[in-house]
């Protein structure tokens, strides 16, 4: 199998921390691969530098033959890597659908199309993405309401949405479930293993074993700023640097 | 977005077409009725309705919008001086002129966001106000201000200048040209400026309206609410706020030439910080966001300008006349602090209530009027859920 993101020897320091320290990745096309570690141990540091939000001290991140280092977010998006981040980022001001339809139309138009003649009416294929987007996210009914009156798990599943109409060739997910409804989490357990289904890459940073065992074709876990494990769900569940990790020694 | 949404517009489109065609007749009654106050009323309606496209979408805060204004109203003098005191060529200077203007200083200060662009817009037209007032006064003319004169060259019409001063006109149509019609029993002033302005800011505003309707004007709200996340859509928001930037950059410099065709003269006065805020002010009065709020903000903002400063204390005596003589002195003396030099009082209480009681300005006052009006006060999910249906249908 081919790896669609190779990431190499990342450092990345915050002051005298030393948040990632030599991390090394191979996410494989069509895979999903899963991120997991114990609070602080730098998922969410490592995902902030594939997309743009941090740049690493040292190394390197291939993604599809582009390297992402020193782009700008919006220049990440439009190589194909989407992004559901771990506190929701919507537009709360605006509709369930509009909130969809920005990210269709940056994927149609590019990062700046001054379309200021036209009409949003118009945008009929758009809206069609995105109203289909969001019945896939099981929220079709709600397209009309203002994104602000969601409830923190709705929001989620809403970004959900706004990744998914992009058709992007890597999903980030950073804590997908966090936040929903034990029925909800299963839900979005089943959308995503039906989006992986059809040969969709994703990385997914998640607390939660269940999701992390219910879809992860591979696993890396990473502890106090690097990778002590990288290896298939079912090597890694009695692995004892695993649970060294998690319970600090304490052997059972 | 949708059916209804098209026909509100329409609707709002025919409203202001007639609200400009019979303004010489609807605010005759309170005392607005004459042609140099009306102008102004179109002017900075225009004004505010391109102010609006930036503040109002994006929520960029430019306290220096007046500087496009002041570089408008020079470059349309400048053209009555040297080429023609026909508009067209000065409305279309004025124009190209402040949106390089408004590019340059875009470019500058959105690389900055919330308070440092409001000060740093506020620095660049403060800079411009104190460049016309020195270094720039072969072109400003300095503290006299710009003005028409007889050695001017004119190129294109200097043939036909006799003793007095030319007037501004479009292809022989002056400017002051007015018709006094004696209708309804009232006296009213059909003036052919205002009818030029008021015709250049329905064109504004249904420029504005389509824009706030395109997916250019969707970025713009989606900037409003979180810029950071459309970045990380996929949007590089930069070159959108510097688009928004430049067109209400363009409006204001628009404004500023039309100033400048009714009353041929431009002073630095005009590109003053006080100047700048008087437009936040008329946007956020009438509503920042809305479609008619700012029209509606510009025009209360100049008529209480323009009718409560003219007022004086002589004057507060004969409007309470019927109270008694002890009352009616007590009465005068504090409310005339609220009329003539103090008209700035009145309208700043009215702009604390105005912020405080209705934060959605003017338009939110009168979109609940017409929530009562209709019978049932409606919650706002019950009206979103009926929305989403109609959306999702």
Redesign the interface.
Known sequence: MSSILKVQGINKHFGGLHALNNVNLDVEQGKVHAIIGPNGAGKSTLLNCFIGRLTPDTGTVDFDGTSLIGLKPHEINQTGVSRVFQTPEIFTELTLLENVMIPALAKRDGAFKPSLWSSMAGETEIRDQAMNALSEVNMGGKAGMTAASLSRGDKRRLELAMALVQNPKLLLLDEPTAGMARADTNATIDLLKTISGKGLTMVIIEHDMHVVFSLAEKISVLAQGTVIVEDLPEKIKGHPKVQEAYLGGAHL | ??VE??KKDKIMVIGVVLAVLLGPIILNPFGAGYPDLLQKFVIYGIFAIGFNILFGLTGYLSFGHAAFLGVGSYSAVWMFKLLSMNIVPAIILAMVISGLFALLIGFIALRRSGIYFSILTLAFAQMSYNLAYSVLTPITNGETGLQILHGDPRVLDAAVEDGALPVTNLFGLNMNATADVSLLGMDIQFNAGYYICGLIMIVAFYIAL??F???????L??I???Q??????????R??TL?AFVISGIYAGLAGGLLACTDPLAGAERMQWTASGEVVLMTILGGAGTMLGPILGAGVIKYFENIFSAYNESELMDVFSFLPHWLQELVVSVSSLFVGEGWHLTLGVLFMLIVIFLPGGLMEGFNRLVKLARGGYRKD?AS?????????E
């Open positions: 977005m949708t949404q098209s389509r824009l309707r395109s997916p250019f004007g969707m970025m709200k989606a409003k609410t979180n950071n996340r459309l970045n990380f859509t996929g949007v590089n928001s070159p959108y688009t999910g979103a859920s009926a929305a989403g249906k109609v959306t999702a």
